[in-house]
Nanobody, 121 residues
């Protein structure tokens, strides 16, 4: 699979952003699509995941109620709508595929390149 993320930027606290990830060359190992993020000096952490076929979703506690993951299967794109952004959401955001539902980077099959999100107070 090839993953191409876009949509990052610099915003103020409370603003919204939508990230996109274009998906191509899906394989049978790419059953789930996920968003991870990595802040400076911190480990890469799971943000949200979606089962590609059924659309079932999961979220990290830190983003529940603020972020929404979705997919457009016809256009092979996944999205991360981020509302009520906080300075602690500042990180490089990555899209990633996995064969099963995951909450950690160890389960990732393929990574896309990252897109920077910066939230200022």
């Amino acid at each position: 699979v090839q993953l191409q993320a876009s949509g990052g930027g610099s915003v103020q606290a409370g603003d919204s952003l939508r990230l996109s990830c274009a998906v191509s060359r899906l394989t049978t190992s790419d059953n789930f699509m996920n968003w991870f993020r990595q802040a400076p000096g911190k480990e890469r952490e799971f943000v949200a995941g979606i089962r590609w076929r059924e659309g079932t979703k999961s979220y990290a506690d830190s983003v529940k109620g603020r972020f929404t993951i979705s997919r457009n299967a016809a256009e092979y794109t996944i999205y991360l709508q981020m509302n009520s952004l906080k300075p602690e959401d500042t990180a490089v955001y990555y899209c990633a595929s996995s064969s099963g539902k995951i909450t950690a980077a160890e389960g990732v099959v393929s990574w896309g390149q990252g897109t920077q999100v910066t939230v200022s107070s």
